[in-house]
């Protein structure tokens, strides 16, 4: 039994029971997404917004459940992507600051043709990446080189790549990505029940963090109880 749920039920049952049912009715007893990338997500979003603890234990059911190695890499490269891409964000406050770049009738052509061909393998370019074009050509070109170097997996497929990818900017509010990997998770063949599935195991991580990071306070409650 998990260690949460173990300490809730030395406290109060229903609330043991709540925790209970939402581990199966948002996580693990989910159907339509399957059982490995749904343990894929949970570890990554645990990576991204912690505790450690949190991240090792769906580690440990990816082991439990033989996810190959190279499909755990695979989900840990794609978090990184994610979060690397957030911080695009800050380009605004860098142009607002320096302004935009100066630019060569040449470096204009290569960035508008690099643009076309963004919006023409992901259906849209995101708003972030046209601002870091005009911010800077090798910023935009570098966070697109370094885009589809970890967003090229080793084991893992590119709809189970994408679903990771989505879940993770869900969990830290990151709209632009989301429609951009939503897009090419339904791209890769992902369905509607299939996306339903990531966004509850998304929020139950994001939301059990209050218990994980709180298990200390939790087992000072049983003691003083």
Do not use: W
Not at 66 to 76: F, G, T, V
Not at 174 to 188: E, P, W
Not at 189 to 207: Q, S
Request: aromatic fraction near 6%; glycine fraction near 4%.
């Amino acid at each position: 039994m998990p260690q949460v749920i173990d300490l809730l039920f030395k406290l109060d049952d229903d609330a043991a029971m709540e925790q209970f049912n939402q581990n199966q009715f948002l996580y693990l007893g989910r159907s339509n997404l399957s059982l490995k990338t749904r343990v894929l997500i949970a570890m990554s979003v645990a990576l991204v917004n912690g505790p450690k603890e949190s991240a090792m234990i769906h580690f440990k059911l990816a082991k439990r459940f033989k996810i190959d190695p190279l499909e755990i890499l695979d989900a840990m490269r794609t978090t990184k992507m994610a979060l690397m891409s957030s911080t695009l964000d800050s380009v605004d406050l860098l142009i607002d600051s320096f302004g935009t770049a100066s630019k060569t009738s040449k470096e204009t052509a290569e960035t508008d043709t690099i643009l076309e061909n963004l919006r023409r393998d992901a259906g849209m370019v995101p708003e972030r990446v046209l601002r870091a074009a005009e911010f800077s050509t090798g910023l935009m070109k570098e966070h697109l080189r370094e885009k589809k170097i970890m967003l090229k997996p080793i084991k893992l497929s590119a709809k189970d790549v994408y679903a990771i990818a989505f879940a993770v900017s869900a969990s830290i509010q990151d709209r632009d990505c989301q429609k951009v990997y939503l897009g090419q998770f339904i791209k890769s063949g992902g369905n509607r029940e299939e996306a339903e599935d990531i966004l509850t195991t998304t929020r139950f991580l994001v939301g059990n963090r209050a218990f994980v990071n709180g298990l200390e306070i939790l087992r000072n409650l049983v003691i003083t109880d």
